[in-house]
């Protein structure tokens, strides 16, 4: 047990994400001291101190075993360049240096993206040069302020480089995607926590999709009145090809009403599930003018998919992702690593499997324990696995960089092995447009369906969240109050 002592601040919050960096197992709690006096002397204890002196704020860390002092750090403002104007963060980036810097030595790990918790590392980067920052500058905050290793510096510049072609103020600021949420599965994969229903009748989707289809219609009229660009479709969920072609016609009927989809430049509909796919479906998706789906294997080594629940083989993936090339489609693939059991050999097997397909798209998650996911509420121990976690993402690098990939999208989550990254890989020109606009929350996203967030742009640059209800029957009976805070927002 870790006890957990904050002085001269309540930044909660930040402070259990830096210790989340390093341990998801340790329990603690978190106390008030007024100082050191105040703290118990048995056991592990951390206190985090904030104080403001002659005009500079310093943050100190202290990390004691029974009373006796392990570690200490301290930073001040005049060492922090990026949040000098916004008080608040200041604040919180200096407490999160200093506990992580005791936490480190503690724990004798040195994460990638140093003391960053949050799930948006390019913006950084756009940040700073919005804010007229020289990239020697940019560079040494990210490498001082953030502790960010040099490789990983190397990867967000490579990124930035794809990402700034759609990186215009003027532009931006004109668009819209519209997001449509299908929230129902086969099967619920171990790792998922995303709201979804599993075997939902057909009376039941009906009665969604009359919702949804209101949604839609209500949404688009409201970005028309407000003289919106719509620059990307992206039907997502759950797994959206569940539904039947009539069910796939009657969404796009309604996009269609509004809009020549042959000039919208992205239409994406993710496939991801290969045992839900036919030609049928594939043929009713080029149709509605789909030009690019997802099908995602997450590992192409067959005992790991019966593990995670998946009820398709292999081979399934392989024939599906054939029938889709010759209809027509770009693809967008996705891999999982830290899935239960695999390691090196198991990667290299499913990185090398999927190049040879030649997917426009290739995103490599690293497993994220989820709160809601049969994976969390089954594990006895949440391993952090950083050395794993590096040789598996060398060995995707490698092979993805060396077949003519290039990095062009990333971003983290809360509870990552090896507290790594998320990352997409792409061929020359092929990048989904859709995935860089909502990781660097460039535009506007009007989402519709259940669980959806919409993120809409303000004048002061900022996004404000429409977060749509997650129970079905909330969702069809209060559709009109999500209509009225789109509208408020815009």
Known sequence: MLKFYLTGHNFEYESRNALRVFDLNLHYIIKYCSDLSDIDKDGLSLVSILKEKDDIILAEAYLYKDGALLYHAVFNSEEIFLESNNEKKLKK????????????????????????????????LIT???????????????????????????????????????????????????????????????????????????????????????????????????????????????????????????????????????????VTF??????????????????????????NPQTMNEKTLKLIGRSHTIDDVIQKYKLSKE??????????????????????????????????????HSLSYKKKSELMREAQEMSKDYDLMAKMHEIVNEKCQSSGYAPYYMYRQKNIKGNSENIGFTLPDRECIYNMIIIEELETILACGLGASSKILQDNGRHEPVRNFKSLEEYNSRIHEIINKKIELL
């Open 327 to 364: 209809i027509g489609f770009a693809i967008n693939m996705d891999v999982i690593l830290g899935l239960t059991g695999e390691d090196e050999s198991d990667v290299r097997n499913t990185i090398t499997e999927i190049v040879k397909l030649k997917p426009e798209n290739i995103t490599v």
């Open 128 to 266: 700073a040069k919005n804010n007229s920052k020289s990239d020697d500058e940019i560079n040494r905050i990210l490498k001082d302020t953030y502790e960010i290793k040099n490789d990983k510096i190397k990867l967000l510049w490579e990124i930035l480089k794809i990402e700034s072609k759609y990186i215009s103020a003027e532009q931006n600021t004109k668009n819209y995607n519209l997001y449509v949420g299908i929230p129902f599965c086969p099967s619920k994969c171990s790792y998922c926590s995303f709201t979804s229903f599993v075997n939902t009748k057909e009376d039941k989707i009906n009665i969604y999709l009359k919702s949804l289809i209101y949604e839609i219609e209500k949404t688009i009229e409201l970005a028309l009145k407000k003289d919106m660009n719509l620059n990307t479709v992206y039907i997502g969920g759950g797994t959206p090809s569940v539904l039947n072609e009539a069910q796939i016609d009657l969404i796009f009927s309604v996009i269609k009403r509004y809009y020549n989809l042959t000039k919208i430049k992205e």
């Open 93 to 124: 980036t200096l407490v999160v240096k200093a506990i992580h810097n005791v936490l480190k030595k503690h724990y004798n790990v040195e994460p990638d993206y140093g003391i960053l918790t949050g799930v948006r590392v390019i913006k950084i």
């Open 270 to 295: 993710e496939a991801g599930r290969p045992d839900t796919l036919s030609r049928e479906k594939l043929e009713c998706l080029k149709r509605n003018n789909v030009n690019r789906i997802s099908i």
